[in-house]
């Protein structure tokens, strides 16, 4: 079974940085991609900032210049490192990665979420 374990989020007041860590663990076979979604209260799920194997990152605009994104592929892991928080960045923030499995086919996995609040 595929487990992703996050960690990092908590309380920061706006302008302070915080850095999400995300880990895949179980029977992995290969992890195409990695990234982080966020979903605010009454809005739908957005992504954030993704990077597939090899490729570049992605980012949302409105994270574009503050957000970084990266992997340790040896671990299995993706990380946000998230500089000039703002208010409007509060939000469940929710690692996701494809993976196929050591038995079965790609899939689409997600973490358990993790809270962000930035303070005003």
């Known amino acids: 079974q595929v487990q992703l374990v996050e960690s990092g989020g908590g309380l920061v007041q706006a302008g302070g940085s915080l850095r999400l860590s995300c880990a895949a663990s179980g029977s992995i076979f290969s992890i195409d991609a990695m990234g982080w979604y966020r979903q605010a209260p009454g809005k739908e799920r957005e992504l954030v900032a993704a990077?597939?194997?090899?490729?570049?990152?992605n980012y949302a605009d409105s994270v574009k210049g503050r957000f970084t994104i990266s992997r340790d592929v040896a671990k299995n892991t993706v990380f946000l490192q998230m500089n000039s928080l703002k208010p409007e960045d509060t939000a469940v923030y929710y690692c996701n990665a494809l993976i196929k499995p050591g038995w079965g086919r790609l899939g689409d996995y997600w973490g358990q979420g993790t809270q962000v609040t930035v303070s005003s």
């Open positions: 990077k597939s194997s090899g490729g570049s990152p």
